[in-house]
């Protein structure tokens, strides 16, 4: 990360987006790039840094295209040369959007570049994480169901265990005492 601080008072930083057709061929994308510095070189700029973002789908349509390719430069230069940049721009027919900003004070470079790499490594990492989460809970619910199917074949087994019976012997008993009963009358 570098801090954009002009070198002298008569200067400022700018950045540049650039966007320009996907389906250029390389040949015509390299002579695009090698204009668009060339314009800075005729102005005074000095290239302070340059970030490629690569291939992007674009929203709407712009002159046919529906995927561009951004390039972001800060340029180091007279603010009185930056309309003659923007007309260059303008004019040039591979150029389908650009954009001229002025960063803050002590700006710092964030390279979109290598952010976005970081970004694929740790995605990756995160995708395992979140598969093994997935797992995990997967686990934990089987073992919540095994417990309650347990939990109700337990209920079930103690209402329906048979009550103890009268025992055999105790039965008989009670029965020859009824029939030899004297009042007992059939």
Known sequence: ?????PT???TRIYELCLLYPASLAQKDEQTLLKEVEEFFTEAGAKQVAKDVWGQRGLAYPIKG?????????????DPGKIREID?????????LRHLFVKPPKHYQILKYSEL???WMKTRESVSQVRAREKEEKL???VVKKAQRQAKVTADRAKTEAPKPGIQED???????KLISDENFDL
């Open 170 to 176: 105790v039965l008989t008993e009670k029965l020859e």
């Open 1 to 5: 990360m570098s801090t954009l601080t």
């Open 65 to 77: 295209t529906m995927e561009g390719k951004i390039i972001i430069y800060y340029e180091e230069m």
């Open 8 to 10: 002298s008072e008569d």
């Open 116 to 118: 976005y790499e970081e």
């Open 139 to 141: 686990k934990e619910r």
């Open 87 to 95: 007309q260059n721009l303008k004019i040039h027919k591979s150029v």
